[in-house]
């Protein structure tokens, strides 16, 4: 018997690991550099409610962030452990190219291209689902390479558990099922719909996930309503189909998109299709995504398979060309190609720069900046605005809070209209003596307005005459304004006194899920 082409080669463990060890250290080193992210003040609110769902997630980020408060919070506590998995997937990269069959340059290359590419830079600059969520489909495709390698159906189970997790991680990875289901319709390993394994591991990935479902059928469904106002309201932005591919050339990288182009194809074609159950299962997913109108960045989870394998076909190409029999020169200049080229779209994608130099570099580079929302506005990408402004929010609403008198400070509610305002509130406001906020954004809704009546509330970014219709009176009690914070941030803060109806009435009217 032929023996399998991952035994020609061993692991590169001590140069994934030294790659995955600079990843991480650059992440520690600039973790401290801007501030709290919108969606991380979100999650650690989250982790102070641990529950088996919320309204616009699925329930495993409340568990990473419940550690994160254990651990004290802190930025570099917080961004380590989001560098941490970004590092991880560096590796994981580099033993699916290994397990393709790649020698020591295709390994080392394909967790180079991870560790450059702006999206996962990007991700692991950042405490959300997003930096987990390639661990898991990975981790499955993966278990995918060793099914078609050794036949072994047993495999699914592994399968099924990384499916389940990735589904308590983030609801999007049934897409990334869907898509391997449709593919193993297209390939010789549809036979495995004949076993009862594959079954089993379906199975697994259900029990996993029924908590979660429970959750969502107990509470009618809230990520289902959420979806759909968004797409009733128009909130993403919906790219046509060359412009989405164009964005997906620049989230990995113009660079590297050869590199993947190429491991589509490897995967389709090299080894007589052995591996194409892969390269399917992204052409779909691909189209699955489009036809869905999904951010660009949806699809990031499932391209390391493909830079791994560019790189296996990369190798092997070397290997046969005559005039490369010494590869030294060749495989040095992919690595220092690689590498400068990723040097050179570091600072879009992290916060090495400080805010003038970073706008003055992307002038310079001239690069369009990806969009994902239609009403996010503000002089640094979404990415790095929305970690600007929130201490000096939170400070502005103390100073308001405590001027009030002492009869109305005892019964005065902070209500916030999204959950970043009362995320920070929630984080900074201990040090000024501020009570919990309140909000009716997204799963804020469910904890509820905590027993406030309404008849003194410190309201952040409602309109005057929206407020005026419900209070007796409106006061503009300060106003905040960062200058490279979010544009929808900077506006007046009121005090409005006199609710009616009371808030308690009013508080299902108020729920806003986008």
């Known amino acids: 018997m032929r023996a399998d082409p991952e035994s020609t080669a061993r692991p590169a463990w001590a140069l994934l690991l030294a790659l995955a060890g600079a990843k991480l250290l650059l992440h520690l080193l600039l973790s401290n550099r801007y501030g709290y992210f919108r969606d991380e003040l979100y999650f650690l609110d989250c982790g102070r409610h641990l529950d088996w769902g919320y309204v616009d997630h699925a329930p495993l980020i409340g568990l990473y962030a419940r550690v994160v408060l254990l651990l004290g919070a802190s930025l570099p506590v917080l961004r380590g452990i989001a560098g941490l998995a970004g590092s991880l997937l560096v590796v994981l990269t580099g033993l699916i190219a290994w397990r393709l069959g790649g020698g020591r340059f295709a390994q080392v290359l394909a967790g180079l291209a991870v560790t450059v590419a702006p999206i996962y830079l990007a991700f692991s600059s950042l405490f959300t689902m997003n930096v987990f969520e390639p661990l898991f489909w990975m981790g499955g495709a993966y278990v995918l390479v060793r099914l078609l390698q050794t036949g072994d159906s047993r495999l699914w189970l592994g399968f099924g558990l990384l499916a389940g997790l990735g589904l308590q991680n983030k609801h999007s990875t049934l897409l990334f099922g869907f898509a391997v289901g449709v593919s193993l319709l297209l390939v010789p390993a549809r036979r495995e719909l004949g076993r009862r394994w594959i079954w089993l591991g379906l199975g697994l990935a259900l029990v996993v996930f029924l908590p979660n479902l429970i959750w969502q059928w107990a509470h009618g469904f809230p990520t289902i309503e959420d979806l759909q106002n968004v797409a009733r309201t128009g909130k993403n932005v919906v790219l046509a189909p060359v412009a989405f591919l164009a964005q997906q050339v620049l989230l990995l990288h ?35 995504a489009f036809a869905l109108k999904a951010k660009n960045y949806y699809l990031a989870p499932t391209y390391p398979m493909l830079l791994a394998a560019g790189a296996v076909g990369l190798e092997s190409s070397l290997r046969r060309w005559s005039w490369a029999r010494k590869r030294l020169l060749p495989q040095a200049a992919a690595f220092v190609l690689v590498a400068g080229a990723g040097a050179l779209t570091t600072p879009m994608a992290v916060p090495l720069l400080d805010p003038e130099r970073f706008l003055a570099y992307e002038r310079w580079l001239g690069l369009e900046r990806p969009k994902t929302e239609v009403a996010h506005e503000g002089p640094l990408p979404q990415m790095f605005g929305d970690q600007f402004g929130w201490p000096e929010l939170v400070a502005e609403v103390a100073r308001i809070y405590h001027a009030l008198p002492a009869e109305e400070r005892a019964k005065a509610a902070i209500f916030a209209s999204n959950y970043g305002e009362a995320g920070a509130i929630n984080l900074f406001g201990p040090r000024h003596g501020l009570p919990a906020a309140i909000s009716s954004h997204q799963t804020h809704f469910f904890w509820g307005h905590r027993g406030y009546t309404g008849e003194v509330a410190i309201v952040l970014q409602r309109r005057r005459e929206d407020l005026e219709a419900s209070c007796a009176s409106v006061e503009e009690a300060g106003r905040h304004f960062h200058p490279w914070g979010m544009a929808e941030e900077n506006r007046p803060i009121y005090v409005c006194r006199g609710l009616n109806p009371p808030l308690p009435e009013l508080w299902p009217r108020l729920k806003h899920w986008n």
């Open 254 to 288: 113009p660079l590297l998109a050869p590199l993947w182009l190429a491991g589509v194809a490897w995967l389709l074609f090299a080894q007589a299709g052995r591996y194409r159950l892969l390269g399917w299962t992204f052409l779909v997913f691909f189209a699955t």
